[in-house]
């Protein structure tokens, strides 16, 4: 047989290339595949480039200014708020409680009556024993006459010495027993007042220790009083500091319940003895100026000022702590700096840290920093208008977006 006849077709495998005015199609599958591929060879999607921090908004109220300020020193000084005036009333008869007018917080007048207790046994004593003194004066007036009788008698001898010496005996036994009867007269009449127990001032009923029908007895403690406007600051102070304090120094300190809040006092006594287990000393504070707390047996706590000082200060709030370090977020200029500092012991009276280095006067700080600050992140202040962030256009976008 010969050779195929001729098509015009030249031999050999098809074109590849294809023609300008064809596009490649590529399967939806090898787009699916793709990423996997690339993934593989250690090739990945282009990540967009991390732009930088946003500016952090700062208000004057954020901003410390680091200044010089006075700072007192002194031992430490632990105790509780008491008033100077109080009053334990205990039963002085033994007697039922017959009513209690007045409960806890109720305020009271001097002479207002607080408890009445049972009287009745003691107005029949009373009353006994002024019929003792009434039959006691009789006597004293009947042997009174006899003695007179008796002189006269015996002036014109019709009695003897010795008559009138027995009348007389019997007359001054009469005058003591008249005197015996006043004293149980009036020792009745008070007993009978002490049935009425009543505010010794003008204050505050502070615990109430019994209830209508108690059965009170002698030495039986009834109510508490107490003045408000009394209040002074009874502290302790160690023995080993004890001796730089003294009448007339000024303390600083804070009751428990008030919460920052500063009181202010002055030392009025030291105790001359110290504590027999603690070996601390008791020290008497007398409050200052207007501001003083009104209730009783409040924990304070302070430092006596025995000394003053002056440094560099800054809050509590500004401070950041990391293990044993410490630092603080500085404004310098337009950005924020982490300045590390050194930092002495808390101030009592306004609760400020004095700095010892890392710090220096006119030196501005946050003062409440956050955890999500960055060394040189940009500040601005609040209210500010922010820099517009640049748009990209066609122009200076990536090719592939172009496409």
């Not at 699916?32 to 690339?38: D, G, K, N």
């Not at 601390?280 to 047996?297: H, M, N, S, W, Y």
Request: with cysteine; hydrophobic share 40%; charged share 25%.
């Amino acid at each position: 047989m010969g050779p195929p006849p001729y098509n015009g077709a030249l031999p050999g495998p098809r074109a590849r290339e294809s023609t300008p005015e064809k596009t490649m199609k590529i399967h939806p599958v090898a787009l699916i595949a793709l990423p996997l591929v690339l993934a593989a060879c250690g090739q990945g999607p282009a990540k967009p480039a991390a732009g930088p921090a946003p500016a952090l908004q700062l208000s004057a109220e954020d901003v410390h200014t680091v200044r010089n300020a006075s700072l007192a020193g002194g031992p430490a000084i632990t105790g509780s708020i008491q008033p100077e005036r109080r009053a334990d009333l205990r039963a002085e008869v033994q007697a039922v409680v017959l009513q209690v007018l007045k409960e806890n917080g109720d305020t009271v007048r001097r002479g207002d009556l607080l408890v009445r207790l049972d009287d009745n046994a003691i107005r029949d004593a009373l009353a006994s024993a002024e019929a003792a003194s009434r039959t006691a004066a009789q006597s004293l007036e009947q042997t009174g006459r006899q003695l007179e009788r008796m002189k006269t008698l015996r002036a014109s001898g019709m009695a003897s010495a010795q008559a009138l010496e027995d009348t007389e005996v019997r007359r001054n036994s009469a005058q003591s027993d008249l005197e015996a009867a006043k004293t149980r007269v009036a020792q009745a009449r008070q007993q009978l007042q002490r049935t009425e127990v009543r505010a010794p001032f003008d204050g505050v009923v502070s615990d109430r220790k019994v209830s209508a029908g108690d059965t009170a007895q002698m030495g039986k403690e009834l109510l508490k009083v107490i003045d408000p406007a009394s209040m002074r600051f009874e502290g302790l102070v160690s023995a080993d500091h004890i001796g730089a304090v003294q009448a007339g120094q000024a303390v600083s300190f804070r009751v428990n319940g008030y919460g920052d809040q500063q009181f202010a006092g002055k030392v009025r006594r030291v105790n001359p003895a110290a504590n027999a287990t603690t070996r601390q000393v008791e020290v008497l504070v007398d409050f200052t100026g207007q501001k003083q707390p009104r209730l009783a047996g409040l924990y304070a706590e302070g430092r006596v000022e025995t000394e003053s000082a002056t440094s560099l200060t800054i809050p509590a709030t500004a401070l950041v702590r990391e293990g044993d370090k410490t630092s603080a977020w500085r404004v310098a200029g337009a950005k924020l700096e982490k300045a590390p500092i050194q930092v002495g012991e808390r101030d009592p009276r306004t609760g400020d840290f004095p700095v010892k280095a890392g710090l220096a006067e006119g030196d501005k700080v946050v003062r409440y920093p956050a955890s999500t600050m960055k060394d040189g992140q940009a500040v601005a202040a609040a209210g500010a208008p922010a820099s517009a962030a640049p748009t990209k256009t066609a122009d200076t976008a990536p090719p592939a977006a172009r496409n």
